[in-house]
């Protein structure tokens, strides 16, 4: 994987600072129109999958009434990014999710890794699929503790 430009690095991290601005203030038509028109989430690990601007609306006014008592906010970082062509970009990156209630208390959602497809559509960005994976414990590290704790 080679790097990308520095001018492309700046334009997807800022088509993700506009794009997670929108979803933090519940602006739900918002968020869904930085998808193509055919764009797909994947939540993998619920085995939920939204084709579609219409169903992403849909579904995202569902969980509204989660969120509705405080402030959501995103935090993405670990971009890794790699030009397919000069129109298509395969985006990873973690997340983590807080909401903050009326009181100022913190609370966190599970962490999450991310991996995107952003195709330029009329010289814009655009997400055309993202699939969120919940963080696990690795199987790696699971065998690791139960061999230590099987030495002692």
């Known amino acids: 994987m080679s790097p990308v430009s520095v001018n492309t690095y700046i334009e997807v991290k800022t088509f993700y600072a506009l794009q997670m601005r929108l979803l933090d203030a519940l602006d739900i038509e918002g968020y869904a129109a930085t998808f193509t028109e055919d764009g797909v ?3 993998a690990h619920r085995g939920e999958k939204v084709e579609g601007r219409a169903a992403l609306i849909a579904g995202a006014n569902a ?19 790699e030009e397919i062509d000069e129109n298509t970009f395969d985006v990873s990156y973690c997340s983590l999710v807080t909401r903050t209630d009326k009181a100022g208390n913190v609370t966190f959602e599970p962490t999450f890794f991310i991996e995107d497809v952003l195709v330029r559509v009329n010289g814009e960005l655009q997400a055309k699929s993202r699939t969120i994976h919940r963080d696990e414990p690795s199987p790696v590290a699971i065998a690791a503790k139960a061999a230590r704790e099987g030495a002692a």
């Open 63 to 81: 969980a509204l009434p989660r969120y509705a008592d405080g402030a959501v906010r995103h935090w993405n970082d670990h971009y890794v990014i």
């Open 41 to 43: 989430t994947d939540h």
